[in-house]
């Protein structure tokens, strides 16, 4: 058993990686859309063209947030002098006080921009590491939601939690919650509680629970057994935030992607992308996983927010092995990534074990 401080200081960030920022059906062109990452005041918007960009949400002049000002469809201009910029790249196009005596030449000047890109109906924004400046660095690849054949449904759910990312992503990755937190009819019950084990495996930047049967008092997972096939399911977690659940059953799938982004050090924020074939042909298959869907990342809301009550009495706080094992993985992969170490946590296959 651990005892460890997670009601202290606001967590450490980890900058240099993709994070999901806006929903792209909520932009449209000539509109802008704000929004925090990781404490950053970000500007969204998509150009005429279509292209998306993201910026700093300050003019490098005088720091007033260029969301106050105005965005034509090409360049964003900026309420208190009227400097011009365009968005993708941040160079500056234009400084009206300047006259023919200047010498200034408007487009050595640059607001920050950030790199952004849309995946799976999100605007993905890419957030360097501090004094990164302009350098042209290989970036990582955007995470996608993995799919698995051409016709599927798919859905979006979201919710801020009061809490640091860490205090979420040792939630999202917790298998002991689920008879207490989710309990219903249609998930699971505290009767149910049953002694697991499962199989991880070290991947780059995480772990895998290793393909196996999905829990049996999960009433969700049953369904799948109309297809008469083996139904299996491995859940991946990934750095910075990403966990990826795929569930085959034959050519049936359902596979989800939730990340847990940081707003400021101390709030963030749960996504979920979900997509599926199972029961494809189902009338209102789509709008019955989203009401229960909505209920479950519900509940983790409604728990983390009473939890975020006890952390203000700043408690001494514990992890134990098995069920924790997880958390203690993602602490010290994630100390190797603010540290720049190759270390991993796991060596190899690990088996755990745990009731839930």
């Given at each position: ?238 750095l910075p935030n990403r966990r990826f659940e795929t569930i085959r059953a034959g050519d049936k799938w359902f596979s989800s992607l939730t990340t847990v982004t940081p707003i400021t ?5 749960i996504d979920v992308i979900a997509a599926w074939n199972i029961f494809y042909n189902v009338p209102f298959v789509t709008s019955i996983a989203t009401f229960f869907g909505a209920r ?61």
């Open positions: 058993m651990d005892t460890i401080n997670l009601s202290g200081p606001p967590a450490e960030l980890i900058f240099g990686d993709w994070y999901p920022a806006v929903r792209t059906d909520t932009l449209r062109k000539g509109k802008t859309s704000t929004t925090l990452l990781l404490g950053i005041p970000v500007l969204l918007g998509k150009k005429s063209d279509g292209a998306l960009f993201a910026m700093k949400d300050l003019c490098p002049h005088r720091g007033i947030p260029l969301s106050a000002g105005w965005f034509d469809g090409q360049t964003v201009q900026c309420k208190y002098h009227g400097w011009k910029f365009e968005p993708c790249s941040g160079q500056c196009t234009e400084i009206p006080s300047l006259t023919h005596f200047d010498i200034l030449e408007p487009t050595k000047i640059y607001a920050t921009s950030y790199p952004c890109q849309e995946r799976d109906g999100w605007a993905w924004v890419f957030l360097p590491e501090a004094g990164a400046g302009r350098a042209n660095i290989e970036l990582p690849p955007i995470p996608e939601l993995p799919k698995f054949s051409e016709k599927f449904r798919s859905a979006h759910l979201t919710a801020d939690l009061p809490c640091n990312v860490d205090h979420g992503i040792i939630g999202l990755m917790d298998p002991a919650h689920g008879p207490f937190v989710h309990q219903a009819w249609w998930w699971r019950s505290q009767a149910s509680i049953h002694e697991k084990t499962k199989h991880f495996e070290p991947i780059p930047q995480g772990f895998r629970m290793s393909s196996h049967a999905p829990s049996s008092n999960s009433a969700p997972y049953k369904l799948l057994g109309v297809y008469g096939q083996a139904v299996t399911t491995t859940i991946d977690f990934v050090p101390s709030t963030c924020r479950f990342v519900r509940q983790d809301q409604e728990t983390m927010i009473e939890q975020s009550r006890g952390l203000r009495s700043h408690p001494a706080l514990m992890l134990i092995d098995d069920a924790d094992k997880p958390a203690k993985w993602y602490f010290a992969l994630k100390q190797a990534r603010l540290t720049g170490t190759v270390a991993h946590p796991l060596s190899g296959p690990v088996e755990l074990h745990w009731r839930s």
